[in-house]
């Protein structure tokens, strides 16, 4: 039995993770899939003087990661992207980084992964296979601990993303089946990410094989389509915004989706992007509306409803509500998945899955 039961996407834009605590419940962590090289050097100045921020060390190389990685350098980023990513080494750095943001230290974890549904055969495979080279063992060191944390994986699930976000709505919190028909008939899942969108069709909610031909566009996330945008417009104000990258954007976006303030602040400039992240996702919903929604699944006639997740949910969920109304389905109908952001839902249903499979196993 594993000491730690872990589901973490890791996703081109972001990787979310979440972890089952004793009493039952279950921690989460986010942060931007973005690494720079670092030298944790130090003047010993003390706080208050010197700039503070985390660091990891991994394979004789120390790095800084997310959110803190725009604060110290904008030097030779690294980005997860690209269509053989999945269980690359960026991607198991993800994860460990995720693991040690969860608290976890040493043991026996289980760990549900995911991948793109138009990609899902190969890399389940090949993810498989990195994650548990060296019979799963990992080690990875963290600012101000002078041994490493070493933790080795019992067992690695992948499933398609998307099936994740399913899971919330036919499982509860301790992986038992739920009694509901939320995903009776056909269902579509969109996943709108940073990089990619992925379409998920199920049917009484199981996936279809027969769908992966229409299944994930790259490119077709809010990076193309809202941030790039935006950084554009920005670059062309000022002389100062020059520098900025979409990462300055995409912390701009999420804090004003959970703060109300979208206040770009650079070279003591103050600057309101509301206006313009509306202007975009506006367009994006138009995008998706037209090329996905209309483009291959007819405007939804013939399916019961779509489930919208990932970061492109708040952006897109106004409009794509105005236009195909009750077929998108409104999650704040259902007490399990209301309180659960869009972007952890597929992170959250394979957790739940993880619990169920568990459960299975028990001899009765």
């Given at each position: 039995?594993?000491?730690?039961?872990?589901?973490?996407?890791?996703?081109n834009?972001?990787?979310n993770a979440v972890l089952?605590?004793?009493?039952?419940?279950y921690?989460?962590?986010?942060?931007p899939s973005?690494?720079a090289?670092?030298?944790?050097?130090?003047l010993?100045?003390?706080?208050?003087l010197?700039l503070?921020?985390?660091?990891?060390?991994w394979?004789?190389?120390r790095y800084?990661?997310?959110?803190?990685?725009?604060r110290?350098t904008?030097r030779?980023?690294?980005r997860?992207?690209?269509?053989?990513?999945?269980?690359?080494?960026?991607h198991?750095f993800?994860?460990?980084?995720?693991?040690?943001?969860?608290?976890?230290?040493?043991?026996?974890?289980?760990?549900?992964?995911?991948?793109?549904?138009?990609?899902?055969?190969?890399a389940?495979r090949?993810?498989?296979?990195?994650f548990?080279?060296?019979?799963?063992?990992v080690?990875?060191?963290?600012?101000?601990r002078?041994?490493p944390?070493?933790?080795?994986?019992?067992?690695?699930?992948?499933?398609?993303?998307?099936?994740?976000a399913?899971?919330?709505?036919?499982?509860?919190?301790n992986g038992e089946?739920?009694?509901s028909?939320?995903?009776?008939?056909?269902?579509?899942?969109?996943d709108?990410g940073v990089?990619t969108l992925d379409?998920?069709?199920?049917?009484d909610?199981?996936?279809?094989?027969?769908a992966?031909?229409?299944a994930s566009?790259?490119?077709?996330g809010?990076?193309?389509?809202?941030?790039?945008?935006?950084?554009?417009?920005l670059?062309?104000?000022?002389e100062?915004?020059?520098?900025l990258?979409?990462?300055?954007v995409d912390?701009?976006?999420?804090?004003?989706?959970?703060?109300?303030?979208?206040?770009l602040?650079?070279?003591?400039y103050?600057?309101?992007?509301?206006?313009?992240?509306?202007?975009?996702?506006?367009?994006?919903?138009?995008?998706?509306?037209?090329?996905?929604?209309?483009g291959?699944?007819s405007?939804?006639?013939?399916?019961?409803?779509?489930?919208?997740?990932?970061?492109g949910?708040?952006l897109?969920?106004k409009?794509?509500?105005?236009?195909?109304?009750?077929?998108?389905?409104?999650?704040?109908?259902?007490?399990?998945?209301?309180?659960?952001?869009?972007?952890?839902?597929?992170?959250?249903?394979?957790?739940?899955?993880a619990?169920?499979?568990?459960?299975?196993?028990q001899?009765?």
């Open positions: 039995m594993a000491d730690h039961v872990v589901s973490v996407d890791a996703g834009g972001g990787t089952l605590k004793p009493n039952g419940v921690k989460s962590v986010y942060f973005v690494r090289a670092a030298t944790g050097q130090s010993g100045l003390g706080k208050g010197e503070q921020y985390e660091y990891v060390d394979g004789g190389h800084v990661v997310g959110d803190d990685v725009i110290v904008r030779n980023l690294e997860h992207q690209g269509a053989f990513r999945y269980g690359d080494e960026f198991q993800l994860v460990a980084v995720a693991l040690t943001k969860l608290g976890i230290k040493e043991g026996r974890v289980d760990l549900t992964l995911f991948a793109p549904p138009g990609m899902y055969v190969e389940k090949i993810m498989r296979e990195r548990l080279e060296k019979d799963g063992v080690a990875i060191g963290v600012k101000k002078k041994k944390y070493i933790w080795h994986y019992e067992s690695v699930t992948i499933w398609p993303e998307g099936i994740g399913a899971a919330c709505f036919a499982l509860d919190e089946v739920l009694n028909d939320v995903l009776t008939g056909e269902t579509v899942i969109l709108m990089y379409a998920l069709k199920l049917v909610g199981n996936f279809n094989p027969e992966l031909e229409h566009w790259e490119n077709g809010i990076s193309v389509h809202v941030l790039q945008p935006i950084l554009r417009v670059k062309k104000q000022s100062d915004f020059t520098m990258t979409v990462d300055d912390a701009v976006i999420r804090q004003g989706l959970t703060k109300h303030d979208y206040t602040r650079v070279a003591g103050e600057m309101d992007i509301e206006p313009l992240v509306n202007k975009y996702s506006q367009r994006y919903a138009e995008w998706v509306a037209n090329n996905i929604v209309d291959v699944f405007g939804l006639r013939g399916i019961k409803s779509a489930i919208l997740i990932g970061g949910e708040p897109t969920s409009w794509l509500k105005k236009w195909y109304g009750g077929k998108i389905l409104n999650r704040k109908d259902y007490d399990l998945v209301r309180r659960i952001h869009p972007v952890d839902m597929n992170a959250v249903g394979g957790l739940r899955m619990l169920m499979r568990q459960q299975q196993a001899p009765t």
